[in-house]
T-cell receptor
């Protein structure tokens, strides 16, 4: 049973518009959430994270929102750029330590 | 370049072969991981090493055998694999993971080894 789910396998957005990637989780013990970006032939690279004590974290064009009651988080990219085209994974961890549970990924395509 | 390297990048092997995947991190981290990414499936954690000690074995078949000789190097020894083991194998490293270390740590990934078992 997948504890972290990304229900949209792909998303297509026009350059300059907002990209919204969604992630749902089932384990209420998760208290730290991360987003990774993956280009073809490369490993995932860390993008942004959020602790469960916050509901929003912003870093430049990237903002992650956390809705604990809904067990849902989202990544907003504004404005989207063609170089943002990649697969985005959300991940979650529970308590202190280093175990991450990943979602299945969403392929984002930003069209010029 | 994330500071985590993996060799080889591609590997094709028969079911009776023995091969090894190598991972090296240049980040001074003390935790290392092996993940498996199969087509259309989430990344699956296989093994975790903290300070060279294996702290997690996620019900991985014994045909996969990890080795961590020091905190910078991690190997995955492969023998008598099955075609369904064909996947992208990713290595990652992070700081901490034990009591007294940072609570949450981003993991840095290598580029992966694309394994095909014939």
């Amino acid at each position: 049973d997948q504890q972290v789910k990304q229900n949209s396998p792909s998303l297509s957005v026009q350059e300059g518009r907002i990209s919204i990637l969604n992630c749902d989780y089932t384990n209420s013990m998760f208290d730290y959430f991360l987003w990774y970006k993956k280009y073809p032939a490369e490993g995932p690279t860390f993008l942004i994270s959020i602790s469960s004590i916050k509901d929003k974290n912003e870093d430049g064009r990237f903002t992650v929102f956390l809705n604990k009651s809904a067990k849902h988080l989202s990544l907003h990219i504004v404005p989207s750029q063609p170089g943002d085209s990649a697969v985005y994974f959300c991940a979650a961890s529970a308590g202190a330590g280093n175990m991450l549970t990943f979602g299945g990924g969403t392929r984002l395509m930003v069209k010029p | 370049e994330t500071g985590v390297t993996q060799t080889p990048r591609h590997l094709v092997m028969g079911m009776t072969n023995k091969k090894s995947l190598k991972c090296e991190q240049h980040l001074g981290h003390n935790a290392m991981y092996w993940y498996k990414q199969s087509a259309k499936k989430p990344l699956e954690l296989m093994f975790v090493y903290n300070f060279k000690e294996q702290t997690e074995n996620n019900s991985v078949p014994s045909r996969f055998s990890p080795e961590c000789p020091n905190s910078s190097h991690l190997f995955l020894h492969l023998h008598t694999l099955q075609p369904e083991d064909s996947a992208l194998y990713l290595c990652a490293s992070s700081q901490g993971g034990l009591a007294g270390g940072p609570v949450h740590n981003e993991q840095f990934f290598g580029p992966g080894t694309r394994l095909t078992v014939l």
